[in-house]
């Protein structure tokens, strides 16, 4: 005779569809909050199937161990878990949630369960505890749905919190003394003081942003001015560029590493600033020690760039519904980490094939459905995952080309010896005009102040348009943005506004302005995070080619910006070639006159 329990409960939660797919695929917050008992976790392991050792203490001190498999879901649809037990009185347990769109503002939650027992008391242990901590979900969804809409920390487990108050208050005020603003200020402190351990850990600002309705730019801001008040810690997250998860992460930027090992995927990467380094935040441990315990592991919540991820058994075939997604994607195994690219480069198929070797095809057309035929002789984990990079990361690249975290943290810098990639930025250089002339007619001192001011006059524009200054180098800036089009907004306003810094100076004064987009290397050059490469050569080159109120700039960067251009009144282009010192062939240049 089988032991076996089954159940279905099916509840209507007010939350668009993708809303509810975000908010509850979080199962480790929802076992948290379910009460659920911390857990283990092994790395994963092949042994016929993909998984994990799992362990635990039931009620605090009963031993728990099972076997938990790879999750299995598609996005916006459904998720499910399966678990093996060693040694307990519960054989098996299956758990699936899958969601429908009832409009555009609800969705229905249907909850599956099949749970296999060996005796009475695994039974028992079903009916009376686990199921019911499971059923809770339907509460959880409606809880979680009521925080979505007014914009309030999500439910938490029910526990006692404990922080040091003296630490907390002090750096509270300190806090406060920054500009930041009272929502700002107050949402922040009172999640640290009041969320669990998972949700003041890995803090992402652009995700806290939209879980409070903030303006992102302004939330990373209140985040940085919060780190430095000792609210919070920063903390650099390497993150593989497969599975796109921590593998390492230190609290300085000189203990970055240049490559790290993703134990899931099998293989080394190199660390770049373009996607793999993260800044991420956790709550200050001289304010409150958070632990960090597991409740789940493997669910879609840690990898929101899979849209779908199927377990085919050995030498099997299923056919997989894809749905049809709209981004760039590509089909991957994982741990082998064989892929195949979804464009426009490949055949129509409806059959994949993969074998020891992987698949025999590289490219393939989208398609609805597919069927893909396992040949080997142990279970795959069948993955369809998005190109996009994360919208919530907050990367190396983004926020040390931010004029606030320079200022903040000016001696964070890399190992002296140390070159990481950073990708494509634009890279924009300014000088004075004829400053010799300027120190020789009204003497040191003035012409001294003049730059100074002029200095400060740079920073606010650069700033405001979400540039860095990087340094200065006797009367000229070398600043970075990560868009083209804040290097040229940034430019158009430093002319554009000259009047007010004449007003400030003694003698009046022209600004030479040029700048390159391309990729760059971070590097410490006396001990400021700098860049290195071709890309500042050429934008150091192209600087020298102004003339004053104007601005020099490559073709090439130019025809990226040239729409937005087109939009400014009273401007005049002028094309031309120029050999410059360093180039074997002459550049193609833009001079936009002001």
């Not at 409070?212 to 810690?233: C, I, N, R, S, W």
């Not at 740079?458 to 990087?470: C, M, T």
């Not at 600043?479 to 089009?485: G, I, L, N, P, Q």
Request: aromatic share 10%; glycine share 4%.
């Amino acid at each position: 005779m089988t032991n076996i329990i089954e159940l279905e409960q099916e509840q209507t939660i007010h939350l668009p569809l993708s809303s509810a797919w975000d908010l509850l695929t979080d199962s480790n917050h929802f076992n948290h909050v379910a009460g659920l008992f911390p857990v283990t976790f092994s790395d994963f392991q092949t042994d016929q199937s993909l998984h994990r050792q799992a362990t635990a203490k039931a009620l605090g001190f009963i031993p728990v161990k099972w076997r938990e498999h790879a999750f299995t879901w598609v996005k916006n649809q459904w998720f499910e878990i399966e678990r093996i037990y060693d040694k307990s009185p519960v054989d098996r347990a299956v758990w699936k949630v899958s969601l429908f769109p009832v409009n555009a503002t609800s969705t229905s939650i249907r909850v599956n369960g099949h749970f296999t027992y060996k005796n009475a008391l695994g039974k028992i242990a079903l009916q009376k505890v686990i199921i019911p901590q499971l059923l809770g979900f339907f509460p959880y969804a409606e809880a979680v749905a009521e925080a979505f809409h007014s914009k309030k920390l999500r439910p938490q487990a029910k526990e006692s919190l404990s922080y040091n108050a003296e630490v907390f208050h002090t750096r509270e005020k300190k806090f406060r003394a920054y500009p930041v603003k009272r929502a700002h200020a107050d949402t922040l402190l009172h999640h640290i003081t009041n969320a669990n351990d998972e949700d003041v850990l890995n803090m992402q600002p652009l995700k806290f942003a939209k879980t409070y309705g903030f303006d992102p730019t302004e939330t990373v801001d209140f985040f940085l001015l919060a780190t430095k008040a000792g609210v919070l810690q920063q903390k650099w997250s390497m993150m593989c560029p497969n599975c796109r998860v921590p593998k390492t992460q230190v609290t300085a930027l000189k203990d970055v590493q240049n490559t790290v090992h993703c134990d899931l995927c099998g293989l080394d990467f190199d660390t770049d600033f373009d996607r793999s380094i993260q800044m991420q935040f956790d709550v200050h441990p001289a304010i409150r020690q958070a632990a960090g315990e597991l409740y789940c592991l493997n669910g879609p919540m840690n990898s929101p760039h899979i849209l779908a991820q199927h377990r085919i058994p050995a030498g099997t075939e299923q056919q997989v519904p894809l749905g049809n997604w709209q981004s760039s994607h590509r089909y991957r195994v994982l741990q082998h980490n064989h892929a195949v690219q979804v464009d426009a480069f490949g055949n129509e198929t409806s059959r994949l094939t993969y074998g020891e070797n992987g698949f025999a095809q590289h490219h393939v057309l989208p398609t609805d459905t597919l069927t893909i035929s396992n040949t080997t002789n142990q279970e795959i984990v069948f993955v369809v995952e998005e190109l996009v990079w994360d919208q919530d990361a907050l990367t190396a690249r983004d926020v040390t080309a931010m004029q606030l975290y320079r200022d903040l943290f000016a001696t964070e810098v890399l190992a002296a010896d140390q070159e990481i990639q950073v990708g494509n930025m634009t890279v924009l250089f300014t000088d004075l005009k004829s400053s010799t002339a300027l120190y020789e007619k009204i003497g040191d001192a003035l012409a001294y102040s003049d730059v100074r001011q002029h200095f400060s006059y740079l920073k606010e524009h650069i700033s405001v348009n979400r540039g860095a200054i990087v340094k200065t180098i006797g009367d000229s800036v070398m600043a970075v943005f990560t868009d083209e089009h804040d290097a040229l907004r940034a430019s158009i306003a430093i002319h554009q506004s000259m009047e007010k810094l004449q007003q400030l100076v003694s003698e009046p004064i022209a600004i030479k302005i040029g700048f390159h987009s391309g990729p760059v290397i971070a590097v410490n050059a006396n001990d400021i995070l700098d860049y290195f490469g071709r890309t500042v050569n050429i934008a150091s080159r192209v600087e020298q080619l102004s003339s004053g109120n104007d601005i020099v700039m490559t073709a090439d960067t130019y025809e990226d910006v040239r729409d937005k251009l087109e939009l400014v009144n009273g401007v005049r282009i002028e094309q031309f070639s120029q050999q410059v010192k360093g180039m074997s062939e002459a550049l193609e240049l833009v001079r936009v006159n002001i």
